[in-house]
């Protein structure tokens, strides 16, 4: 019990990290991918798009809703809107830093959109959607941040009921670099998305470099 609760601890200390650390980059830099420590503007647009393809691949119903957890300033909605009619879907986006959180509420405030500040929801959606979700590790150590993605890997699938989407960035042996970036081996991400998930099927981009999308899909 004590070790549960100190393990509890440590994950709420580390997500009280990332949202400082992506509120403070949001005031810096504004609605912009560099707050959201993406690289450019081109590479994101490229996530995005194959997170797109696999939606579209997935057998979308004719309306479905939608919940981007890790949703930051919106970026994603943007790309959701460019390929599907507001007519089509309901999108509902999670992050743990208020600040870009208020400002989607601002500037996306439409009928069919809600944002909310936390992390894994507990409301259910056809698809669940994470880019770049997992990539922040600051003050875990390897083992922790396997756990915590493992662990939200499983809360997510929960309240998912047609498909999970997320990007993880790719390595031959895992690792956290000095700067917080989490890499992991993609075999072991989709022997434990295969074993204790559902089908798992991966989109990449010769452009992004070390890193693929993973779509695990309800039968």
Same mark, same amino acid.
């Given at each position: 019990?004590?070790?549960?609760?100190?393990?509890?601890?440590?994950?709420?200390?580390?997500?009280?990290?990332?949202?400082?650390?992506?509120?403070?980059?949001?005031?810096?830099?504004?609605?912009?991918?560099?707050?959201?420590?993406?690289?450019?503007?081109?590479?994101?647009?490229?996530?995005?798009?194959?997170?797109?393809?696999?939606?579209?691949?997935?057998?979308?119903?004719?309306?479905?809703?939608?919940?981007?957890?890790?949703?930051?300033?919106?970026?994603?909605?943007?790309?959701?809107?460019?390929?599907?009619?507001?007519?089509?879907?309901?999108?509902?986006?999670?992050?743990?830093?208020?600040?870009?959180?208020?400002?989607?509420?601002?500037?996306?405030?439409?009928?069919?959109?809600?944002?909310?500040?936390? =992390? $894994?929801?507990? @409301?259910?959606?056809?698809?669940? /959607?994470?880019?770049?979700?997992? #990539?922040?590790?600051?003050?875990? +150590?390897?083992?922790?941040?396997?756990?915590?993605?493992?662990?939200?890997?499983?809360?997510?699938?929960?309240?998912?009921?047609?498909?999970?989407?997320?990007?993880?960035?790719?390595?031959?042996?895992?690792?956290?670099?000095?700067? =917080? $970036?989490?890499? @992991?081996?993609?075999?072991?991400? /989709?022997?434990?998305?295969?074993? #204790?998930?559902?089908?798992?099927? +991966?989109?990449?981009?010769?452009?992004?470099?070390?890193?693929?999308?993973?779509?695990?899909?309800?039968?």
């Amino acid at each position: 019990m004590t070790c549960r609760l100190g393990q509890m601890n440590r994950m709420r200390k580390f997500e009280k990290k990332v949202a400082d650390d992506y509120n403070f980059r949001f005031h810096k830099y504004g609605a912009q991918p560099k707050a959201s420590l993406w690289f450019s503007e081109q590479r994101q647009l490229l996530r995005f798009e194959l997170i797109i393809k696999c939606i579209k691949n997935s057998s979308a119903p004719s309306f479905f809703d939608l919940n981007d957890i890790g949703c930051g300033y919106g970026g994603f909605l943007k790309r959701l809107q460019a390929n599907f009619d507001k007519s089509q879907f309901c999108y509902r986006g999670f992050d743990l830093a208020s600040e870009p959180v208020e400002y989607c509420k601002r500037h996306f405030g439409q009928k069919g959109m809600s944002f909310f500040c936390g =992390s $894994i929801p507990s @409301i259910h959606a056809d698809f669940n /959607i994470m880019s770049g979700t997992f #990539n922040y590790a600051p003050g875990l +150590t390897l083992g922790a941040w396997k756990e915590y993605l493992f662990s939200s890997l499983n809360s997510t699938w929960s309240i998912t009921r047609h498909s999970m989407i997320f990007n993880l960035m790719i390595s031959e042996q895992a690792k956290i670099t000095p700067q =917080s $970036i989490s890499y @992991i081996e993609k075999e072991a991400v /989709i022997n434990f998305c295969q074993k #204790n998930l559902g089908e798992t099927s +991966t989109y990449f981009s010769s452009k992004l470099s070390k890193e693929i999308t993973f779509c695990v899909q309800k039968k």
